[in-house]
């Protein structure tokens, strides 16, 4: 019983936080620019894994390494590369 109110108490604050960042244009643009920085992240972890056959660098796609390129950029992405030839060889 104590877990479903606390996972009602979860969902309705997740709700209203969702509703407040829905009405506010600043929070808005703020979640949107968030969202395509994830997005371009993604894609340069796919063509740098898709291009692994030649390359033979392939670093996972998976939410650490897509967060540390959206957070980094390109100096990131170098640095997530960098670790892979450095610890693997």
């Known amino acids: 019983m104590k877990s479903y109110v606390l996972w009602g108490v979860l969902t309705v604050s997740g709700g209203l936080l969702g509703i407040m960042i829905l009405r506010n244009k600043a929070a808005l643009q703020w ?6 920085q994830v997005v371009f992240s993604a894609v340069m972890l796919y063509v740098i894994n898709l291009l692994s056959p030649y390359t033979r660098l392939e670093l996972p796609l998976n ?13 990131g992405l170098a640095t997530l ?3 892979k030839l450095w610890v693997v060889g």
């Open 31 to 36: 979640l949107g620019m968030l969202m395509l």
């Open 63 to 75: 939410a650490v390494t897509v967060g540390i390129v959206s957070l980094l950029g390109v100096p």
């Open 81 to 83: 590369t960098a670790l």
